[in-house]
């Protein structure tokens, strides 16, 4: 089937079995590849107290906080990764960029896997585990921003956030998996040097299996049609100005990161560090309590995208937002109390960070048009994630060893979320709008233009 059947069919609820096809595997190949970039983190932070014995000398204290902060580090090469990836992306297809950068994500998971241990090589162990997270920061500044433009554009738009929503659970199995791996080799090799290894050697053959999916794609249909008009950006000197020009949407998505990220990895990268102090459960213990929250995220996950569909993308991030400033403490309280009040606190905390991961990839990439899309997503998502996810872990770790104070995770979500909600405020409404062309998508005015163009969601 040829590239323009495909852009004319693709953009309504009418498919033919064959964009049907496409379009699950457009599905498919984004989902996995985001499953292989969080089953990276969460292994790492699963296992952070173990690297940090391993790559460190030093207490358990002072390695662990070493560990997180090599976890942090790879975060600050992310906006490089965005800057150079993104506006390839833009110029040359989404596909190409997100097969290069899977296989470099997992490429860099299995090397860790390898890597000799402090007591071994010494200073060079540290070093070399921190220039693999570094290289893998950069692929993964691509990675994510690119994904979910993919899958925005080959979805149609009154389902773009229920189809959306399967790249984070992509996620959300990606973190399952890594758990569970980890859970299971932690049980198995209990007194093992080496079983902390596996779940990194594991991360090859799944990054593999996505690096299939990928190259078999064609590009996405919104990408096909501008290329044939000949509005794609051609250089990167037009590019950068262009995108530039769109600091608006710079700046919402940069407030939604915040908020995004401050909850994101506090909730599926730290938790299971942060239930081993308050609480003294072992590893086991922590990585079980966590499993259970997302598995409730899991269940409910597709269910939330399909509803911001219906009611839009807005209402679900300000009752987001909102609810974490109102419910993160209190939340944590529970947390700290017993092993059942924690199941709640944590239930409870999730659901509020679901209704985020259900609509991401349908309004991050919906904030810019076509031409700078991936650029301006990636370069955006990645500085404000750089400043405020990876180094999540480590902030929350250092503060509550300065201070004392178990309940600071509470108050950062909440900080963050309170950023999160001036941006949502400002952030134009985009369930149901079209993605085609070179102007910013927004239902209500493409509505006012086009009477007969998409229909705005109610709120």
């Not at 990764?81 to 994500?105: E, Y």
């Not at 189809?163 to 959300?172: A, V």
């Not at 779940?199 to 190259?215: E, I, K, M, N, Q």
């Not at 710079?250 to 990895?265: A, E, H, R, S």
Request: charged share 15%; net charge neutral; hydrophobic share 45%.
């Amino acid at each position: 089937m040829g590239s323009q059947a495909v852009v004319q069919g693709s953009y309504g609820d009418d498919l033919s079995p064959e964009q049907r096809r496409l379009l699950r595997r457009a599905i498919g190949a984004s989902a996995i590849g985001n499953a292989t970039e969080w089953y990276d983190y969460g292994v790492y932070g699963y296992l952070a107290i173990t690297i940090g014995k391993a790559f460190f000398p030093g207490d358990v204290q002072a390695t662990t906080l070493a560990s997180l902060g090599l976890f942090a580090a790879g975060f600050l090469i992310r906006p490089f990764g965005g800057i150079i990836l993104g506006p390839i992306g833009d110029r040359i297809g989404r596909q190409k960029v997100l097969a290069f950068t899977i296989l470099v994500m997992s490429g860099c998971t299995f090397l860790i896997g390898v890597l000799p241990t402090y007591q071994q090589i010494g200073i060079a162990a540290p070093a070399l585990l921190l220039l693999l997270r570094l290289i893998q920061g950069f692929s993964t500044g691509g990675e994510y921003g690119g994904a979910a433009t993919f899958m925005a554009e080959y979805a149609p738009d009154k389902r773009r956030g229920f189809l959306g929503s399967f790249l984070e659970f992509g996620t959300l199995w990606g973190y399952i998996v890594g758990a569970l791996v980890t859970l299971l080799f932690s049980t198995v090799l209990p007194d093992s040097s080496w079983g902390w290894r596996i779940p990194f050697l594991l991360g090859l053959p799944l990054g593999l299996v996505g690096l299939y999916l990928r190259s078999r794609l064609e590009d996405t249909p919104v990408f096909q049609e501008l290329e044939q008009q000949g509005a794609k950006e051609k250089d990167t000197k037009s590019q950068v100005k262009e995108i530039l020009g769109h600091w608006r949407p710079m700046l919402i998505l940069g407030g939604l990161v915040i908020m995004l990220n401050l909850t994101d990895y506090t909730l599926l990268t730290y938790m299971p560090t942060y239930l081993q102090g308050p609480l003294k459960l072992t590893e086991t213990a922590a990585l079980l309590l966590t499993i259970g929250m997302y598995a409730v995220m899991l269940l409910v996950i597709n269910s939330f995208g399909k509803l911001s569909d219906r009611v839009g993308r807005k209402p679900l991030w300000y009752a987001s937002s909102i609810g974490f400033i109102v419910l993160a403490f209190p939340a944590f309280l529970l947390i700290n109390r017993s092993w059942g009040t924690a199941i709640i606190g944590l239930v409870v905390l999730g659901v509020l960070l679901v209704l985020q991961l259900s609509t991401i990839s349908a309004t991050f990439p919906a904030l810019f048009p076509t031409q700078v899309r991936y650029a301006g997503f990636a370069i955006t998502y990645n500085i404000f994630t750089s400043a405020f996810g990876g180094t999540a872990p480590a902030v929350n770790d250092a503060v509550i060893k300065a201070t004392g104070f178990n309940l600071w995770p509470a108050v950062y979500m909440m900080i963050g979320s309170a950023i999160g909600l001036v941006a949502v405020f400002f952030m134009p409404e985009t369930a149901g709008a079209s993605l085609r062309g070179t102007e910013q998508p927004d239902v209500e005015k493409q509505q006012a233009v086009s009477p007969g163009g998409p229909e705005p969601a109610t709120s």
